[in-house]
């Protein structure tokens, strides 16, 4: 299982228009690596909502947006054009970078034991290194004070991290 301080594995994955994006091409750039279930579901469709809408000050913070699901490259493509959404998405249909990274596996859903993806964000330093993660993701979620959004909270630490 990676945890934080590890060094992250390589790997190179098609995004949305079927190029391939290799963690090693970005080195030197902070990058949020976010694993999601699947495209065009409720929870799924607002994270990247989220995400896309804090991508100027994911840019600002230069770092790069990376969701990863088992969904196809045209699938891909058909959930950016419907949401009008803003961020890169790569297709791991062999569940391979998905299995590497410790975000498909075993989950509870509704009290039945099924294996599939497991919501997880990392934030990766400059360096190649996992600075932040957080596994079993809520996209959203409500409090008191108001509803706080996950995509806000990765950005609020990528800024700490970086002491801004």
């Known amino acids: 299982m990676i945890e934080i301080g590890d060094k992250t594995p ?43 809408g804090l991508r100027k000050d994911f840019e600002t913070a230069g770092a790069v947006i990376l969701g990863v699901s088992p969904d196809s490259i045209e699938r891909h493509r058909a959930f950016i054009e419907k949401n009008a959404l803003g961020i890169t998405l790569l297709s791991d249909p062999e569940k391979e970078v998905l299995k590497l990274y410790g975000a498909w596996g075993e989950k509870k859903n509704y009290g039945k034991v099924t294996e599939g993806v497991i919501r997880t964000t990392f934030i990766i330093s400059p360096a190649g290194t996992v600075a932040a993660l957080w596994r079993n993701v809520r996209v959203r979620v ?10 806000e909270i990765v950005l609020q630490k990528l800024q700490e991290l970086q002491g801004s």
Do not use: M
């Open 10 to 52: 390589g790997f190179t994955l098609k995004n949305q228009d079927g190029e391939d994006v290799s963690l090693s091409n970005l080195a030197g750039k902070w990058i949020v690596l976010y694993f999601y279930p699947k495209d065009n579901t409720s929870g799924c469709t607002k994270e990247a909502i989220d995400f896309t």
């Open 142 to 151: 409500k409090r008191k004070s108001g509803e706080v959004r996950h995509a």
